[in-house]
C-alpha cells in the first residue's frame, strides 16, 4: 500500500467509534467516540488535540457520552481526527464489516477493490481475499455503512453484498457447467479444421459457417469478458477479462475482416477457431477454478455443520425441544446417545464418552462425568448426560474456533504485499507488450495478420489469475487442515512466519507438565507403602485442598479401600490432624514433625533427594502413644506424555528448546535432563518471562514461546510467534498466534511442520505462476505460440495453482507412536 498506506496501518492499531452525520453544507459534522477519558481535563485535552486538526472548525467533547463532535471543512481528513486522538493518549473504537465480493477475476481486481474501500472516508484498513472472494474492512466504528462501502464496490464495477447474507458455504451450483459445454459444441468443428490443417488435410469450412459457430461464442457466451473488461476500462484500470476481451476481439474482428474483403478460393486465412477455442478453454478454466475454489471453505464447512439445530432443555423436570439458537447460561441440556453436544457446559448428572475429533483433533473418544468440562459440538457415544450450560452464541468455544480460522483465511500473509504491488502494474504492462509485438512485427513484415495474432496470444496468456489465487490458497488450505488436527491459527502472518522458527521456549507449569500437583513418591519408614498411603488418604477424605485431591486420585488408581477418619482438625499453615482406625495421625510439613518431636533421619536421604527435583514434602507420624514416624509423600507437578517427543521432534526440525520457569535451578535442570531440553532458564519471576524472550530474540534467532497461563501473556506477546494451549487461559489464548486446541506440546512440532509445508508451498505456487508469464509472454511475442494454445496455458495456470495448493489439505501430523 506504500508509505500512506503504512501510515494508515500504524494508526488503526489503536483505533477507532465514529457516526458520520451527513453534510448539508461544505462543513462536515462527525462524531467520534473517544474511550480512556476520566475527568474534565481528559476532555479539554482531547479538544484541544482536535482543534490543532487542520480544517476543524470546532470541536466538543462530552465525558458522560464519552464522544466528541467535530465539525471540519469538506477537505478535512479524517484519518488526522484519529491521529490526534491516538497522539492524544485516548483511543477511538473500531468496527469490523465484511463483504462478499463478485466480479473479481485475477490479482489486479483485488488491488483495485481494496483502493476503492481504503478511499471510503472512516476506512481503516481494507484487505480482500480472491480466493473467498470476501473483503474485510476495519473502520471507524459507526462512521461507515455497509451500504456506503457496497456503493463505493459497486462504483468499481463490482457487486458486494453484507457477508451475513451472503452464502459463503453454499453447495456449489448444479448447472453451472452449461456455458462451458455449449461453447465446447460450437467451437468443436473449428478445432477439427485447425487439426485437418496441421495434418495436412485439404478440409475447412466455408467462411459464412465459422463466423455462425464463432458468433454466439464470442459475443453471448465471452460476454462476460466483455462487461467486466468495461468495468474495469471504465474506473481507468485493467483486468484478466479485459485482456481476454481485447485479444479475442481482435482475433475475431481481423477474420470478419479478411471475409467480407476477400471471397473465393483465395481467401486468407481465417482466425474464428483462435477466437472461440481461446473462450471457450478460459471457460473451462474458470470453471474448474471455482469448483476448485470451493473446497478451500471445506474446514468452515466442516466446523459450522457441528452446530445442532436443536436441543433438549430440561425446565421443571420436563424435556423440551428447542431451538439451540434459544439456549441461554444456565439451562440444564439433555443431550441423548449419538447426538452432538449442542453447548459449552458442565456434566451434572450421568457419564459417557465423546467424539472431540473435529475440534482439537484427538482422535480418541474422551470419557466424560459429573462435573467434567464439554464442549459444543462433541457427538455424545452412549450415554445420557445432563449438561449445564455455561457458554452459548458467540461466546462458545465452536464459535471462537470458526472466528479464529475465518480471520486467518481472510487475513493477508506478508508475502502477499509483493504480489499484490506486482499485479498493480501488470495488465499496463501487458497492453504495451502486445502493442509493441503488432507495431514492430507489423513493421519488420510489412503485414498485420501474423503480427496482430501474436499481440492476441501475448494478451491471451497474461493473466494474473494465478498470481492472485496463489497465496489466500494455500493459506486457507493451510489453516483449515491446521484446525481439524486441533492447530488454530490466528492469521497469516502467524503462520507465515512460524516457519522460521529457530528457538521454542516453553512454559513448565500446564505446558511441560500437567500443572497440578499428583503423587510422585512414596516411602514408609516400615516399608509398608500400601499402608502408609491408606493411613494418609483416609486422613484426607473430604479435603478439597489441592494435595489432598493428588492423594486421593493416588489411592483410587491404586484401588486402595479407605478407612473411616474422625476428628479431622485442620493445623494452619501447618498440615492437620485426624483419627484414623484407633490411631491418632498427624499429616503435614517438617515444621510440624519438628513441633511434635518426631524424628526425621531415616528418611532424610530420600527426603534431600526429592526435595532437589522440585517436589513437595508432607510427612504423616502417628501419636497415638509418642510419636513415631509413618512415612513421607512427595508430590510434584509430573511432565505430560508427549512432552520428550516434543522436545524429540523439534530437535529433528533443527530448532533448540528453551524452558523458562521460576523453579530453583536444581529442579529445572532435573526437568530439562529429563526431556533432553537443550538450555535452562530457572528462577525467572513471571514479570521477567518477556525480558527472557527478548534476550533470546536478541541472539537472532525467530522465537516461538509456548505458555498457558496468564503470567505467560507478556512473552507471548514479546515473541515472534506466541503459541498458547487452549487448556489454560483466554488471556494466554487472545495474544498468541497460534493456539493448541489440545494440551499436547507435541502439537508445537506440528505447527512448525504445517507452517514450513504451507511456506514451501506458497513459493513453489507464486514460482509456477511467475513461470507461466515470463517464459509465455516472450514466446507469444516471438510468434513461439499460438493463440489457442496460450489460451489453454492461461487457463490450466490458475487452475494447477489452485490444484497444488489443495493438495496441503492431505497433510497428517507425524503419527505419535511412528514419530
Not at 486402595?560 to 499453615?573: E, F, M, N, Q
Not at 515472534?720 to 506440546?745: E, K
Not at 504451507?758 to 514460482?767: D, E, H, M
Amino acid at each position: 500500500m506504500g508509505e500512506k498506506g503504512s501510515r494508515r496501518s500504524a494508526v488503526t492499531n489503536t483505533l477507532p467509534n465514529i457516526t458520520a452525520v451527513p453534510p448539508a453544507s461544505p462543513v462536515q459534522q462527525w462524531r467520534l467516540g473517544v474511550a480512556g477519558m476520566t475527568c474534565a481535563s481528559c476532555v479539554a485535552r482531547v479538544e484541544k488535540a482536535l482543534i490543532r486538526v487542520p480544517g476543524v472548525t470546532a470541536a466538543n467533547v462530552n465525558l458522560a457520552s464519552e464522544a466528541a463532535t467535530v465539525e471540519l471543512e469538506a477537505n478535512a481528513s479524517l484519518a488526522a481526527l484519529l491521529q490526534a486522538v491516538v497522539g492524544a493518549g485516548y483511543r477511538v473504537k473500531e468496527d469490523q464489516l465484511d463483504l462478499a465480493i463478485a466480479g473479481m477475476t485475477c490479482a489486479s481486481c483485488v488491488g483495485r477493490v481494496e483502493k476503492t474501500l481504503l478511499k471510503v472516508p472512516g476506512v481503516l484498513a481494507a484487505t480482500v481475499n480472491l480466493a473467498s472472494e470476501a473483503a474485510r474492512v476495519r473502520v471507524a466504528a459507526g462512521a461507515v455503512s455497509t451500504a456506503a462501502l457496497i456503493q463505493a464496490v459497486a462504483a468499481a464495477g463490482y457487486e458486494a453484498r453484507a457477508a451475513a447474507a451472503a452464502v459463503a458455504v453454499a453447495a456449489p451450483p448444479r448447472h453451472d457447467w452449461w456455458p462451458v459445454a455449449l461453447a465446447a459444441v460450437l467451437s468443436l468443428p473449428l478445432v477439427a479444421q485447425m487439426l485437418a490443417a496441421l495434418l495436412g488435410v485439404q478440409w475447412s469450412l466455408p467462411g459464412w459457417v465459422q463466423l455462425l459457430l464463432a458468433t454466439p461464442v464470442q459475443f453471448w457466451l465471452g460476454a462476460r469478458f466483455y462487461r467486466a473488461g468495461w468495468r474495469a476500462l471504465r474506473v481507468g484500470s485493467g483486468n484478466m477479462d479485459l485482456l481476454v476481451a481485447l485479444g479475442t476481439s481482435a482475433g475475431y474482428g481481423l477474420s470478419v475482416y479478411q471475409l467480407a474483403a476477400h471471397s473465393g478460393p483465395g481467401i486468407p486465412h481465417l482466425y474464428f477457431e483462435a477466437s472461440a477455442v481461446v473462450i471457450t478453454l478460459v471457460l473451462l478454466g474458470k470453471w474448474l477454478e471455482a469448483r476448485a475454489k470451493r473446497h478451500t471453505g471445506d474446514a468452515i464447512r466442516a466446523l459450522q455443520a457441528l452446530r445442532p439445530d436443536t436441543a433438549h432443555v430440561r425446565r421443571d423436570g420436563v424435556d423440551y425441544e428447542v431451538p439451540a439458537s434459544a439456549l441461554v447460561v444456565g439451562d440444564l441440556v439433555v443431550v441423548r446417545p449419538g447426538e452432538r453436544v449442542p453447548v459449552d457446559g458442565v456434566v451434572r448428572a450421568g457419564r459417557s464418552h465423546l467424539d472431540v475429533s473435529l475440534l482439537t483433533g484427538e482422535s480418541l473418544p474422551v470419557a466424560k462425568g459429573d462435573g467434567d468440562p464439554v464442549t459444543g459440538g462433541s457427538i455424545n457415544a452412549e450415554g445420557l448426560l445432563l449438561v449445564e450450560t455455561t457458554a452459548v452464541g458467540a461466546e462458545s468455544t465452536l464459535s471462537r474456533i470458526i472466528r479464529l480460522v475465518e480471520n486467518a483465511q481472510a487475513a493477508k500473509a506478508p508475502i502477499q504485499r509483493l504480489v499484490d504491488r506486482v499485479s498493480a502494474a501488470f495488465v499496463p504492462v501487458v497492453l504495451v507488450i502486445a502493442a509493441m509485438t503488432l507495431l514492430i512485427g507489423w513493421w519488420v513484415t510489412g503485414e498485420i495478420a501474423g503480427p496482430l495474432i501474436n499481440a492476441v496470444a501475448v494478451l491471451v496468456i497474461a493473466c494474473p489469475c494465478a498470481l492472485g489465487l496463489a497465496t489466500p490458497t494455500v493459506i486457507m488450505a493451510g489453516t483449515g487442515v491446521g484446525a481439524r488436527h486441533g492447530i488454530l491459527i490466528k492469521d497469516a502472518e502467524a503462520l507465515e512466519i512460524a516457519h522460521r522458527v529457530g528457538v521454542v521456549a516453553f512454559d513448565k507449569t500446564g505446558t511441560l507438565t500437567q500443572g497440578k500437583p499428583q503423587v510422585t513418591a512414596l516411602e514408609a519408614a516400615d516399608g509398608d507403602t500400601p499402608g502408609l498411603l491408606r493411613l494418609a488418604a483416609s486422613a484426607q477424605t473430604g479435603s478439597e485442598h489441592p494435595l489432598a485431591q493428588a492423594l486421593l486420585d493416588k489411592a483410587r488408581q491404586e484401588g486402595v479401600t479407605l478407612l473411616p477418619a474422625s476428628s479431622v482438625t485442620a493445623l494452619p499453615g501447618r498440615g492437620l490432624a485426624a483419627g484414623v482406625a484407633g490411631r491418632e495421625l498427624r499429616l503435614g510439613s517438617s515444621r510440624l514433625m519438628q513441633e511434635l518431636g518426631v524424628d526425621l533421619s531415616s528418611l532424610s536421604a530420600s527426603a534431600s533427594a526429592l526435595t532437589q527435583d522440585g517436589n513437595t514434602l508432607s510427612w504423616l507420624a502417628d501419636v497415638t502413644a509418642r510419636p513415631a514416624l509413618v512415612g513421607l509423600i512427595a508430590f510434584g507437578d509430573v511432565l505430560k506424555p508427549s512432552a520428550q517427543l516434543a522436545v524429540a521432534r523439534l530437535r529433528e526440525l533443527g530448532i533448540r528448546t528453551v524452558m523458562i520457569t521460576g523453579d530453583n535451578q536444581g529442579a529445572a535442570a532435573s526437568v530439562a535432563a529429563a526431556l533432553g531440553l537443550d538450555e535452562v532458564r530457572a528462577e525467572v519471576l513471571p514479570g521477567d518471562k518477556a525480558a527472557t524472550v527478548q534476550a533470546l530474540r536478541a541472539e537472532g534467532a525467530v522465537v516461538a514461546m509456548v505458555g498457558d497461563g496468564i503470567n505467560d501473556a507478556p512473552a507471548l506477546a514479546a515473541a515472534d510467534v506466541g503459541i498458547a494451549m487452549a487448556t489454560g487461559t483466554d488471556v494466554a489464548m487472545h495474544t498468541a498466534g497460534i493456539t493448541l486446541m489440545r494440551g499436547d506440546p507435541a502439537l508445537v512440532a506440528d505447527a512448525v511442520a504445517l507452517s514450513r509445508r504451507t511456506y514451501q508451498r506458497i513459493l513453489k505456487s507464486l514460482f509456477w505462476a511467475f513461470v507461466y508469464n515470463l517464459v509465455g509472454i516472450p514466446l507469444a511475442a516471438f510468434g513461439l505460440l499460438n493463440p489457442v494454445v496460450a489460451g489453454a496455458a492461461m487457463a490450466m495456470s490458475s487452475v494447477s495453482v489452485v490444484t497444488y495448493a489443495l493438495l496441503l489439505r492431505r497433510w497428517q501430523p507425524t503419527p505419535r507412536e511412528l514419530a
